[in-house]
């Protein structure tokens, strides 16, 4: 299996406008999870889902963020209109269970 | 102003010595930790598990010691080598029927030649 596999690696934007994350879990998983890891606050789980339902989403930060999962092998995290405090890494994971598996991430700045 | 990044643990060995990485959990409801290794520029890699019904478990190269007693983690890397550097996180799930992951602040290794 190719793991979880993140895209884009690395976005830069300007604020103000549109950034969407891509993510395609491990096949098989029933859990997927949306992380973001700064130097200020380490790392913060924004939301998660469970057979493509969203089960907790007390992370997200404010409306200006949203996340879809239509089907069980792709999911979006969308930032819309971004901010420079977005800056970060952006996790994707996915896992059977407990057990969490991540991917490469996407390196976002907002300028 | 300033900012201020979270300033993490650090743990300096020398190759071929063993490590020894501390966590101290905060739920005594959780009933599930694992320990993840970062990589600089990479994502978080699960290294091992351990149930609350287990005080030990091994595998490669690795040990996780539970003691619920007092809520500590720690993990053992047995002859620590150079691609061991990089940053350390333990993380408990809370228990309740949720796969919510808390992770701890991380401990960065760095292994001396």
């Known amino acids: 299996d190719a793991g979880v596999i993140q895209s884009p690696r690395h976005e830069v934007t300007e604020m103000g406008q549109e950034v969407t994350l891509r993510c395609k879990p491990i096949?098989?998983?029933?859990?997927l999870f949306w992380y973001r890891q700064t130097m200020m606050r380490g790392l913060e789980l924004l939301i998660y889902f469970n057979n493509n339902v969203p089960i907790d989403d007390s992370g997200m930060p404010e409306d200006r963020f949203s996340a879809k999962m239509p089907n069980a092998s792709f999911s979006t995290l969308k930032i819309q209109p971004s901010e420079p405090r977005d800056s970060a890494v952006y996790f994707c994971?996915?896992?059977?269970?407990?057990?969490?598996?991540f991917g490469p991430g996407t390196r976002l700045t907002v300028t | 102003g300033e900012s201020v990044g979270l300033h993490l643990p650090t743990l300096s060995v020398q190759e071929g010595d063993n490590s020894i990485i501390n966590c101290a959990y905060s739920?005594?409801?959780?009933?599930?930790f694992i320990w993840y290794k970062q990589e600089s520029g990479k994502g978080p890699q699960f290294i091992i598990d351990i149930r609350s019904n287990m005080d030990k478990r091994q595998g490669q190269r690795v040990t996780v010691l539970l003691n619920k007693t007092v809520k500590h983690l720690s993990l053992q890397i047995a002859a620590t080598q150079p691609g061991d550097s990089a940053v350390y996180f333990c993380?408990?799930?809370?228990?309740?029927?949720?796969?919510?992951?808390?992770f701890g602040e991380g401990t960065q290794l760095t292994v001396n030649p």
């Open positions: 993380a408990e799930n809370m228990g309740g029927g949720g796969s919510r992951l808390t």
């Open positions: 739920n005594s409801a959780s009933d599930y």
């Open positions: 096949s098989g998983h029933d859990y």
């Open positions: 994971a996915s896992g059977p269970g407990y057990e969490q598996y």
